[in-house]
């Protein structure tokens, strides 16, 4: 079977663009239950909404009931499972045993993945589990490559690995920094990234250090393209990108990038150096720090760690699709970054290679022709090569 992409999904917005965009599954949380509280997550309207619209492309739909829970969090805890196993969500993924056991019990048709906030990094804690039969392991972050071939020669369940996103200064799940100095708590969602502060180190009264990072800024982010050809060969179930406060047009271009390299190992038995080109093309549109290949080549030095600043923010986000007209051939779209007339444009096509063209001329809601784009958030109507949809993005 083939390995599935799975893309995050902070709202139904982006579910529908990640869907569009290429994902084999989106994974995201409700309003109860799940880390990620601050992302506006689904309400149960929405979770039907989403589970009919990803099935209707084929593609699978996994809810996060990943809290480590406290005896209050069981409250209506069955029932919400029952609702998802009656719109047909096809996983949950739960950090706990208890809620594991809950699930099966209450709602059996809905699989179990077991979060990466458990950890799991060995092949002792993988037949755990198998023991368990829950029905997936999101293996930890913190998993070196060496460690996930030893893994899938034992593993008699999938297992799904991350590939792309923001990693934690500590082990996913077991870090408590942000509790400590902001009441806000990492495993309900509301971590405060507080490794990524900037600290003063005293001693009594005396300054021993400052304008120094203690934990550094954090970690540098996640990002694994030329790992994709070796993950695929020890047939990993999934392959994941962390993310769900990402915008839609990160989880596009993201997306892009790894759907190219899986379709071409799929079609040609290997990745070449051109597809890796092309990938880090669309993964670096939507960078915004350093990247380094995680835990795979081994456990990282200070190499994996942020010591300034510097961010690559990339500008090119131009606008987004918000509808079209085929007997005009025209858009109408949402400005996010400066262009002018007469720049050159770039379609990101959700199907196939990205269409460039020119802008020979725009107009304003009140049909005035407009010269520059600099206001975000206006809305312009431009003629386009190609047809276009309400999820697609235009970029420089
Ligand atoms: S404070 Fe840093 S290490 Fe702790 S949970 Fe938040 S991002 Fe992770």
Same mark, same amino acid.
């Given at each position: 079977m083939r390995t599935e992409l799975l893309a995050p999904a902070g709202d139904l917005d982006r579910l529908k663009t990640a869907v569009i965009y290429g994902a084999d599954a989106v994974y995201f949380g409700g309003k109860q239950f799940s880390l990620r509280a601050r992302a506006s997550n689904f +309400?149960?309207?929405?979770?039907? $909404?989403?589970? %009919?619209?990803?099935?209707?492309?084929?593609?699978?739909?996994?809810?996060?009931?990943?809290?480590?829970?406290?005896? +209050?969090?069981?409250?209506?805890?069955? $029932?919400?499972l029952r609702k998802l196993e009656e719109f047909n969500v096809d996983a949950i993924i739960c950090a706990s045993q208890a809620i594991c056991d809950l699930c099966k019990r209450v709602a059996p048709k809905l699989e179990v993945h077991i979060s990466t906030q458990q950890t799991t990094l060995n092949s002792y804690a993988m037949a755990y589990w198998t023991?368990? @039969?829950? &029905?997936?392991?999101?293996?930890?972050? $913190?998993?070196?490559?060496? %460690?996930?071939?030893?893994?899938? =020669?034992?593993?008699?369940?999938?297992?799904?690995?991350?590939?792309?996103?923001?990693?934690?200064?500590?082990?996913?799940?077991?870090?408590?920094?942000?509790?400590? #100095?902001? *009441?806000? &708590?990492?495993?309900?969602?509301?971590?405060?990234?507080?490794?990524?502060?900037?600290?003063?180190?005293?001693?009594?009264?005396?300054?021993?250090? @400052?304008?120094?990072?203690?934990?550094?800024?954090?970690?540098?982010?996640? +990002?694994?393209?030329?790992?994709?050809?070796?993950l695929l060969k020890v047939n990993v179930a999934s392959l994941k990108i962390e993310g769900r406060m990402k915008t839609a047009y990160y989880i596009a271009s993201i997306l892009k990038g790894y759907r190219l390299l899986i379709d071409s190992y799929y079609e040609?038995?290997?990745? +070449?150096? %051109?597809?890796?080109? @092309?990938?880090?093309y669309y993964l670096s549109l939507a960078a915004n720090r350093d990247t380094f290949n995680g835990f795979y080549p081994g456990v990282p030095d200070e190499k994996g760690q942020l010591y300034n600043f510097i961010t690559t923010a990339s500008q090119s986000f131009i606008a987004n699709v918000?509808?079209?007209?085929a007997e005009t051939s025209e858009a109408i779209i949402e400005v996010r970054n400066h262009f002018e007339v007469n720049d050159e444009l770039v379609i990101m096509n959700p199907n196939g290679d990205d269409v460039r063209f020119t802008v020979k001329e725009m107009f304003d $809601?009140? *049909?005035?022709?407009?010269?520059?784009?600099?206001?975000?958030? =206006? #809305?312009?109507?431009? @003629?386009?090569?190609?047809a276009v949809n309400e999820y697609t993005f235009i970029h420089k």
């Open positions: +309400s149960l309207d929405d979770i039907k $909404e989403a589970v %009919e619209f990803a099935h209707s492309y084929g593609k699978r739909v996994y809810v996060t009931v990943n809290i480590i829970p406290h005896n +209050s969090d069981f409250n209506g805890l069955e $029932e919400y023991s368990k @039969k829950v &029905d997936r392991i999101v293996l930890g972050r $913190e998993v070196t490559y060496e %460690e996930l071939q030893e893994i899938m =020669q034992i593993a008699e369940i999938p297992v799904e690995v991350f590939i792309h996103g923001g990693m934690c200064a500590n082990f996913s799940g077991r870090c408590t920094i942000s509790n400590v #100095l902001t *009441n806000r &708590d990492a495993n309900r969602g509301g971590c405060a990234q507080s490794c990524r502060w900037n600290y003063h180190l005293y001693h009594g009264d005396d300054l021993l250090d @400052k304008d120094e990072y203690l934990f550094s800024l954090g970690s540098k982010d996640m +990002s694994t393209p030329d790992y994709i050809e070796r040609n038995g290997k990745v +070449s150096e %051109e597809d890796l080109k @092309k990938a880090d918000r509808s079209y007209d $809601e009140k *049909n005035e022709p407009v010269e520059v784009a600099n206001k975000p958030m =206006q #809305l312009l109507r431009i @003629k386009v090569p190609v």
